[in-house]
């Protein structure tokens, strides 16, 4: 009974940590479009964490293209939208980065779906991939005692 509710637990967290992976193939295939009129947009926060306060950053960028001659606009960096930082410098470098940022990939399938870097995330902190990580350690842990039964 225990090794199904792992199994289960496994499989639920699996599934909502590979949910961005899932969208980036069901919206295949994509183009590479040229962005315009790229904003970032830094706001700044404390966070409580255990024993302590630290500064949180949220990274909030738009941008606009064109596809199949429709305009679009998109909020979305990585396949993850993860933006959440607690080292500045970090931070900066993605910002600096996204600058140079000249174009968007676009799927085919779905124009409003794009994004500007092929990355799983840019965050520092995405629990998406932590889901993702522990889904599977946990199926791998009940399929062992599954297996030793």
Excluded at 8 to 17: A, F, K, N, S
């Amino acid at each position: 009974m225990l090794t199904a509710v792992i199994l289960l637990i496994g499989l639920l967290m699996l599934g909502v940590g590979a949910f961005p992976a899932v969208k980036y193939l069901l919206n295949l295939p994509y183009r590479k479009v040229e962005v315009r009129n790229l904003n970032t947009e830094i706001f700044k926060q404390e966070e409580q964490q255990v024993y302590r306060n630290a500064d949180c950053y949220t990274l909030v960028v738009n941008y606009e293209y064109t596809f199949n001659k429709e305009e679009h606009s998109s909020t979305r960096v990585a396949l993850s939208q993860n933006l959440k930082f607690y080292n500045e410098t970090k931070l900066r470098k993605l910002v600096d980065s996204l600058s140079d940022s000249k174009f968007c990939y676009v799927s085919a399938r779905n124009p409003s779906f794009s994004f500007l870097k092929l990355r799983y995330t840019e965050g520092e902190r995405s629990s998406t991939l932590s889901l993702l990580v522990v889904g599977v350690i946990m199926i791998v842990m009940a399929g062992y005692a599954l297996v030793i039964k």
